[in-house]
């Protein structure tokens, strides 16, 4: 074999789709471009080691699509085995499909299988699902990249499905920054920095409960990687998504950052996600006069019953009085708030009137809605032991064997509210507090793909007929 940096081979790497959105299927839901930045990563630090590398996302094509385009860009058949991320339990049967059909196109090229929040310590329950897999790889591989791509290194890999599961996430200490030449097709996405990986706050449902946080990319690095993106991009003027479970910059930080953005000149755009507990009022000046445009909030609800069943906080009051606040200061600084709801397990028409009463008295603070029935996720003993969990909240899955199966199940909340009926309160409140210029402008900052205007939005409304569509029309 020739040496790992030879430049006559592409190491390939593919973000495995969907056959359909996970929602309604509609002809703009089809049209969100995912950035699959855990897997570009990867493919940066080899870059960073001088190893050429090409990211696919497979979208909503069909596998079979996928592959042809990496016969024609000849990306394979390659000597590196195919790097398949798994972003998505819903995305397991696209992923399946597309190592069946690589093996039987490239039958000497090897697979390796990854995706923590899928995979977590499944190898042989991956394996079952796609067998055409030769290598499960467990947790964050920033740090084992360079020998993963290496099939006689595998045996002294840790954390995977030949060596065994070592129980740890590591973080990187330094974030890798992400090289988005190597994205098949990059100027159809809007860019992304990662600040932080990692959550400390260990709400009850969330994949991320427990595991901590890396540490937080300095000031001066995210200029750096901003002036990349904008040399990358060729525009001065983008979007662009601070990535992190928790956006939550202390003071010096935010006005560090501030102050480069200003003094560089920079006119890009950007979003987070964060928690109405997480940032302060002047942090938030500092970030508003530094370009943030638009704030994913996870609220998940205004019920105090649902707050604490979900774990989101100890002190629910307190915890919706710094969400009214929180809100009315983004408002007050023009920065557009799109609120998380999640209906959880136990939820009831009085708990889903408590949330709507609030919603509707800061209705004016906030530019929309994504509201969502929990679900449960996860294979094995992790995803029995949290169903489990759940139930004693009175709530029971629709389809119990479809955790084992599919890797989650949905559920009926309550007997108040079934599944079905979830799904149909979701969608209205979308309705209530969302019209269809709302959406798009909350959709195109970041997931509509760039270029796609509002009137290409509308025509693919009109042409969505019957659809019940998660908001209301103009």
Same mark, same amino acid.
């Given at each position: 074999?020739?040496?790992?940096?030879?430049?006559?081979?592409?190491?390939?790497?593919?973000?495995?789709?969907?056959?359909?959105?996970?929602?309604?299927?509609?002809?703009?839901?089809?049209?969100?471009?995912?950035?699959?930045?855990?897997?570009?990563?990867?493919?940066?630090?080899?870059?960073?080691?001088?190893?050429?590398?090409?990211?696919?996302?497979?979208?909503?094509?069909?596998?079979?699509?996928?592959?042809?385009?990496?016969?024609?860009?000849?990306?394979?058949?390659?000597?590196?085995?195919?790097?398949?991320?798994?972003?998505?339990?819903?995305?397991?049967?696209?992923?399946? /499909?597309?190592? $069946?059909?690589?093996? %039987?196109?490239? @039958? *000497?090229?090897?697979? #390796? !299988?990854? +995706?923590?929040?899928?995979?977590? /310590?499944?190898? $042989?329950?991956?394996? %079952?699902?796609? @067998? *055409?897999?030769?290598? #499960? !790889?467990? +947790?964050?591989?920033?740090?084992?990249?360079?020998?993963?791509?290496?099939?006689?290194?595998?045996?002294?890999?840790?954390?995977?499905?030949?060596?065994?599961?070592?129980?740890?996430?590591?973080?990187?200490?330094?974030?890798?920054?992400?090289?988005?030449?190597?994205?098949?097709?990059?100027?159809?996405?809007?860019?992304?920095?990662?600040?932080?990986?990692?959550?400390?706050?260990?709400?009850?449902?969330?994949?991320?409960?427990?595991?901590?946080?890396?540490?937080?990319?300095?000031?001066?690095?995210?200029?750096?990687?901003?002036?990349?993106?904008?040399?990358?991009?060729?525009?001065?003027?983008?979007?662009?998504?601070?990535?992190?479970?928790?956006?939550?910059?202390?003071?010096?930080?935010?006005?560090?950052?501030?102050?480069?953005?200003?003094?560089?000149?920079?006119?890009?755009?950007?979003?987070?996600?964060?928690?109405?507990?997480?940032?302060?009022?002047?942090?938030?000046?500092?970030?508003?006069?530094?370009?943030?445009?638009?704030?994913?909030?996870?609220?998940?609800?205004?019920?105090?019953?649902?707050?604490?069943?979900?774990?989101?906080?100890?002190?629910?009051?307190?915890?919706?009085?710094?969400?009214?606040?929180?809100?009315?200061?983004?408002?007050?600084?023009?920065?557009?708030?799109?609120?998380?709801?999640?209906?959880?397990?136990?939820?009831?028409?009085?708990?889903?009137?408590?949330?709507?009463?609030?919603?509707?008295?800061?209705?004016?603070?906030?530019?929309?809605?994504?509201?969502?029935?929990?679900?449960?996720?996860?294979?094995?003993?992790?995803?029995?032991?949290?169903?489990?969990?759940?139930?004693?909240?009175?709530?029971?899955?629709?389809?119990?064997?479809?955790?084992?199966?599919?890797?989650?199940?949905?559920?009926?909340?309550?007997?108040?509210?079934?599944?079905?009926?979830?799904?149909?309160?979701?969608?209205?409140?979308?309705?209530?507090?969302?019209?269809?210029?709302?959406?798009?402008?909350?959709?195109?900052?970041?997931?509509?793909?760039?270029?796609?205007?509002?009137?290409?939005?509308?025509?693919?409304?009109?042409?969505?007929?019957?659809?019940?569509?998660?908001?209301?029309?103009?």
């Amino acid at each position: 074999m020739k040496q790992v940096n030879d430049d006559t081979y592409i190491v390939p790497f593919v973000s495995s789709g969907l056959y359909a959105p996970k929602k309604k299927d509609t002809s703009f839901a089809r049209k969100f471009q995912y950035m699959n930045y855990g897997l570009l990563a990867l493919a940066s630090v080899l870059s960073n080691h001088g190893i050429q590398s090409r990211l696919f996302h497979g979208a909503y094509l069909f596998p079979n699509e996928l592959i042809q385009i990496m016969f024609r860009e000849k990306i394979i058949p390659s000597k590196y085995p195919c790097l398949v991320s798994i972003p998505s339990y819903y995305s397991m049967p696209w992923a399946a /499909e597309f190592c $069946k059909l690589l093996k %039987e196109s490239c @039958p *000497e090229m090897k697979i #390796v !299988v990854g +995706g923590r929040w899928v995979v977590d /310590e499944g190898g $042989k329950w991956i394996r %079952e699902q796609i @067998p *055409e897999t030769d290598l #499960v !790889v467990y +947790g964050i591989a920033d740090q084992r990249i360079v020998d993963i791509i290496i099939p006689d290194k595998w045996g002294t890999i840790p954390n995977t499905d030949i060596t065994g599961f070592e129980n740890m996430v590591r973080f990187p200490n330094i974030l890798p920054r992400l090289d988005f030449s190597i994205v098949y097709e990059f100027l159809k996405y809007n860019p992304c920095i990662e600040f932080s990986r990692g959550c400390k706050l260990g709400c009850y449902y969330c994949c991320e409960a427990g595991l901590g946080e890396s540490n937080q990319k300095p000031p001066s690095e995210m200029i750096k990687e901003l002036r990349l993106i904008t040399a990358i991009y060729s525009e001065e003027e983008l979007n662009v998504f601070f990535q992190s479970s928790i956006f939550n910059p202390n003071i010096h930080w935010a006005k560090e950052f501030s102050e480069l953005y200003n003094n560089e000149g920079l006119k890009i755009n950007w979003r987070c996600q964060t928690r109405v507990d997480c940032v302060s009022k002047g942090v938030l000046e500092y970030l508003a006069n530094s370009g943030l445009r638009v704030i994913d909030l996870g609220l998940e609800s205004a019920s105090e019953r649902q707050l604490l069943a979900m774990g989101k906080t100890k002190s629910p009051k307190q915890y919706l009085e710094k969400a009214e606040q929180f809100i009315q200061y983004a408002s007050d600084l023009n920065i557009f708030v799109k609120l998380n709801i999640m209906l959880y397990a136990g939820e009831t028409m009085k708990t889903v009137s408590e949330t709507l009463k609030w919603l509707r008295r800061n209705r004016k603070y906030f530019k929309g809605i994504s509201a969502n029935p929990f679900y449960v996720y996860g294979h094995g003993n992790k995803g029995q032991l949290f169903l489990k969990e759940v139930l004693k909240l009175g709530a029971t899955p629709v389809d119990i064997d479809s955790l084992e199966n599919r890797g989650y199940t949905f559920l009926n909340l309550s007997n108040d509210i079934d599944y079905n009926t979830a799904i149909e309160i979701c969608n209205d409140i979308q309705r209530e507090f969302m019209n269809a210029n709302d959406y798009f402008e909350l959709k195109a900052f970041t997931y509509f793909p760039r270029g796609y205007s509002y009137q290409d939005f509308i025509d693919d409304v009109e042409n969505d007929t019957g659809q019940d569509l998660p908001f209301k029309k103009n």
